[in-house]
């Protein structure tokens, strides 16, 4: 395989069509031929637009990597399609809901050909769509204390698309369990907000106290479609720091947005 890759290599990228190519002639699925070719030293094309920011040995790493998302909405419609084109090679997909009229001002994923659709299985499509050689894991059940540790298992880093109170707080007891990374975000309104919390950190109970209502304060000040895509975009670029290496994180601290001043601010716990 190394001698076919040679040959159709431009320099160090192979072209999508050979990735095809490959899979056929030598029976084995995308996936299978990506790792193939970063095993060669080489990088899929598709990814030429980040080396300059990341090496082909971090670009591997975000492909050996599994990020579960828990929640396939507002942020998480953002977050998966922003995941699966930075080159995760996993993403295991949560989300109990279908599609109703209310998402489509927001929800990346949604349209009205859509509407009464699995969110999850939705995702699946969506990503595979974008990159076939990843694997999107679509589960379409409610995240919860109880369940939680099996429907994140094997994850490296855990995002937070949630849009209540008790399911982050089940987040927090979940992957303190399990020592993994969470990546929260909140988003209401015109503000935004998005914090990174590793195991021993106390970033959500901080940030949530005794508080417990369902749903959050989205409800109240509405959200439109660019709050969501903003603040997802912050959260993405956690996970890509927390895979690489690269980067300082937002960690005992939370960066808080405000898109009606056109302001950030950095607030430390």
Known sequence: MEEYFAAKASGDLIAWKFQVEAAAKFSMSLGEVEEAIFGAGLLPARYQRN???????????LFRSSVAVIGCGGLGGYILEQLARLGVGKIIAID?????????????????RLLGASKAETARARVNDINPALNLVAIQEAFDADNGADLVAGADVVVDAVDNVAARKALDVVCRELKVPLVHGAIAGWYGHVSTQYPGDEIIGKLYGNADETPGVEKQLGNPSFTPGAAASFQVAEVCKIISGEGELLRNRKLHIDLLAMETEDVPF
């Open 51 to 61: 080396r300059n920011m990341l090496s082909t040995e971090q670009q591997h790493k």
């Open 96 to 112: 109990p809901d279908v599609f109703e009229e209310h998402n489509l001002n927001r929800q990346l994923l949604s349209s009205p």
